[in-house]
């Protein structure tokens, strides 16, 4: 026995170490996103409890020294020996790899794509771990130290009342592998929280920051995901009150739909399986998507409001306007895709279709009237779509999307890779002719913006190409736009917005983020999009120049000088009062320009914010540049 023990506590350790060395492989990153990624495997756990049906309340709490608790009224964690291992339940789950998903089985487990690599991964990467199990009357304690070691076996350390049970796991991240930041983000706990929350009706997951002003959130929806539905219209303008819902279950696999129209011309559609977020969609969306446009198709020409001979109305025309939310539960998900994030399992197509049309269809039948605005909207699209269609045609035979005939306004590069190409789109003429003249013109192409840019926040597909610069813009990306839209042809690897550091800079960047995000969005999610860093200051004293980006910069970058230096400052005004050499020097030359990538981790998160400053509604847009003062930084999320 005593022999047994030390050889699998060999092993055990040597397993830990693996992920000490090589951290990326089991967390992706150890970056802040890796970091909270910790206290998602941990949370994931408390989840399956209330999945199982044994928890309803999860608490957790950051620490003032970042250290993090998560704590459930569940059954508490087995505290029995593991016979595999000759180690306590627990001892094992938090040392062994892989051994999490082995204990309980059955039922809906998080643990998929992105989760579920197991609590020993948190172990081995934390400088501490303690773990308390309520249950009969003891609490049963266990404490890991330096990745995992554990400082003595599982024993009871204390009483409790009788009918406490529960899991408290509280962890330190190991700032020797979080380089970067241990720190917690409450915005994105508080965010992820919510979302687990929505997902799980009923459940209530309090967060606790114990840092800082000390901010508290209870999550709890007994709406579930119509009352995320609800959020993700809360700024928009619904074209029916009641927010449909559509649950059912199948062969162990359950589906539930929730869904309404808005005014806007986009759609918010957010699938997950078993609570996590399968950006990638899969064979659950595919089977929502296919019955939705089917049952609509359905009733509008039974309804004569599509005549024999008119075209059916496409999916992209029944989701114009459409907030939904599809969450599916399966005892076996198969995730594929890039990121793991699309479902496979091909029975839940059937499953989900199924279960969407009937529902959905018993809907319309019971609620003629929300059928006839429905369909109505879904027509428009449609008429629409044409329109645009027919506006990409005409501008086609004129040449228009041809870039060999607008020279007049993009300054192209000569390189024709792709790769090596980038495009600056530059607020006014006259930064416009400087920067054509400090550009590396084989690899650098300059678009100069001169008029206003459509805000497409209010604005359909056909509006929008009868814009100029957006004609142009899409002109020189070369994907087209719409159902031409093609990634593969775009231009350039690399599109940097080029704007002032002042107010109407950043409005025009909003406005170019807007048009991104709404009608080129995989060239956001690839991550080809930039904003350029011209800066706020120039500093001259002898011979030097020094460029710096905001106040904080100049700060720190005067504290270094010795104090009898004679200098200069002066505030940059604006991109089209510097020289081309300036230019140049301060904001596309490779190797001395800051380029900031725009990324867009939380698609939801990125429409709430479009919604709000770009929308039709303006008490959310004041509130929110009022909470924000610095809006646009906010954009990249
Ligand atoms: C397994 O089946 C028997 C009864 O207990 C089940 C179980 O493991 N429940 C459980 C685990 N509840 N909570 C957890 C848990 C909670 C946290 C915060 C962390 C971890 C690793 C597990």
Redesign the pocket.
């Known amino acids: 026995m005593q022999n047994e023990y030390s050889d699998s506590d060999i092993q055990v350790l040597e397993g830990l170490e693996a992920v000490r060395k090589r951290p990326g492989m089991y967390i992706g990153t150890t970056s802040s996103k890796g970091l909270h990624h910790l206290v998602w495997e ?2 994931d ?2 989840v ?2 209330s999945l ?1 049906g ?2 309803d309340d999860i608490e957790v709490v950051v620490h003032k020294d970042n250290s993090v608790s ?3 009224d ?5 505290v029995g020996i593991n016979q595999k291992t000759g180690l306590s339940t627990i001892e094992t ?2 040392t062994v790899l892989h051994a ?1 998903g082995k ?2 089985g059955g039922g809906y487990k998080v643990s998929g794509g992105l989760h579920g690599v197991g ?1 020993s991964v948190v172990n081995a990467l934390s400088s501490w771990l303690e ?1 308390r199990v309520y249950r009969e009357g003891e609490v049963h304690y266990q404490r890991f130290e330096n990745g995992g070691h554990p400082v003595a076996p599982m024993h009871v350390t204390d009483e409790c009342s009788k009918d406490r049970t ?4 509280t962890f330190k991240a190991d700032p020797t592998i979080f380089k970067e930041t241990t720190e917690y983000d409450y915005d994105t706990l508080a965010n992820r929280l919510r979302e687990l929350a929505f997902l799980n009706k009923g459940l209530r997951i309090i967060l606790i920051d114990e840092r800082g002003d000390g901010r508290q959130d209870t999550f709890c929806y007994n709406g579930g995901i119509v009352e995320y539905v609800a959020m993700l219209n809360k700024n928009k303008q619904p074209l029916h009150d009641e927010i449909i819902y559509v649950e059912g279950e199948e062969n162990g696999v359950s589906i539930e739909v929730a869904m309404q129209y808005n005014d806007s011309y986009n759609s918010s559609l957010y699938s997950f399986t078993n609570n996590i977020n399968t950006y990638e969609g899969g064979t659950h969306e595919d089977g929502v998507k296919f019955a939705l446009t089917k049952i609509i198709n359905n009733y509008a020409r039974n309804n004569k409001m599509l005549k024999d001979n008119d075209d059916s109305l496409t999916g992209d025309d029944c989701r114009e306007g459409l907030a939904m939310i599809i969450s599916c539960k399966h005892p076996d998900p198969q995730f594929e895709g890039q990121t793991k994030t699309k479902l496979g399992n091909s029975e839940v197509r059937k499953i989900a279709s199924d279960i969407f049309s009937e529902g959905f269809e018993r809907f319309l039948m019971e609620n003629p009237s929300v059928a006839r605005a429905i369909v109505e909207k879904c027509m428009t699209a449609s008429r629409a779509r044409l329109a645009a269609k027919k506006a990409r045609e005409m501008t086609r035979r004129k040449g228009d999307l041809d870039v060999s005939n607008f020279f007049g306004k993009l300054a192209d590069c000569k390189s024709k890779d792709a790769q090596v190409s980038e495009i600056f789109l530059v607020e006014g003429d006259s930064a416009g002719g400087s920067a054509i003249k400090g550009r590396d013109s084989m690899t650098q192409a300059i678009l100069p913006l001169r008029g206003k840019i459509l805000n497409v926040e209010k604005a359909r597909l056909d509006r929008a190409l009868s814009n100029e610069e957006i004609r142009t813009i899409i002109t020189a990306f070369g994907t087209g736009i719409g159902e031409d839209f093609n990634i593969d042809k775009l231009r350039y690897n690399k599109i940097i917005i080029m704007t002032d550091a002042d107010v109407d800079g950043s409005h025009i960047r909003v406005l170019l983020l807007t048009l991104f995000y709404r009608f080129f969005k995989p060239i956001v999610e690839a991550g080809h999009v930039y904003a350029a860093q011209p800066p706020l200051f120039v500093i001259k004293h002898g011979k030097t120049i020094k460029y710096v980006l905001n106040e904080e910069e100049r700060d720190a970058y005067l504290a270094t000088l010795s104090p009898n230096t004679k200098y200069e400052i002066a505030r940059m005004k604006g991109l089209g009062e510097m020289d081309a050499e300036e230019l140049n020097e301060t904001t596309m030359d490779i190797n001395k320009r800051i380029l900031r990538q725009i990324t867009v981790d939380d698609a939801i998160a990125a429409d709430e914010i479009f919604t709000k400053l770009m929308g039709e509604e303006v008490e959310p847009r004041r509130e929110f540049i009022a909470a924000n003062a610095q809006f646009a930084e906010n954009l990249d999320i």
Do not use: L
């Open positions: 941990i949370v756990n408390a399956d409890e199982a044994y928890c998560v704590k459930d569940g059954r508490g964690m087995p789950i938090f999490g204990f309980g609590a773990v529960g899991t408290t796991v």
